[in-house]
Nanobody, 128 residues
Framework: QEELVESGGGSVQAGGSLRLSCATSGSLWSSGFMGWFRQAPGKEREGVAALSAGGKSYYAEFVKGRFTISKDNANNTLYLQMNSLKPEDTAMYYC??????????????????????WGQGTLVTVSS
């Protein structure tokens, strides 16, 4: 069973930054894509960003220019650098991996239903 382990969540004031990490095995890294979703209390899960094994990225409109998705191949770790955080970014953030070559814009526009492997989530709280 493949596993994703997120870390890096926490509490920050509006305008601040956090970097989320997602550690994974090499087998998840070598094909398909990985990404980040989030779910705020009382709201549906939404896509944030995704990164293909080939290095192509896609972002949700509401994080463009503020968040950056990247990976460290040597350490099999996916990152989400979050800058200029807003109270509305408060949510549980989940790392996801899928071995299929899905269209990233479709993945990020969806709720993540049916994607193959999920992490346990890390909580981000942004205060005003």
């Amino acid at each position: 069973q493949e596993e994703l382990v997120e870390s890096g969540g926490g509490s920050v004031q509006a305008g601040g930054s956090l970097r989320l990490s997602c550690a994974t095995s090499g087998s998840l890294w070598s094909s398909g894509f990985m990404g980040w979703f989030r779910q705020a209390p009382g709201k549906e899960r939404e896509g944030v960003a995704a990164l293909s094994a080939g290095g192509k990225s896609y972002y949700a409109e509401f994080v463009k220019g503020r968040f950056t998705i990247s990976k460290d191949n040597a350490n099999n770790t996916l990152y989400l650098q979050m800058n200029s955080l807003k109270p509305e970014d408060t949510a549980m953030y989940y790392c996801v991996a899928d071995s299929r070559a899905l269209a990233l814009e479709v993945v990020v526009a969806g709720t993540g239903r049916g994607l193959e492997v999920w992490g346990q989530g890390t909580l981000v709280t942004v205060s005003s």
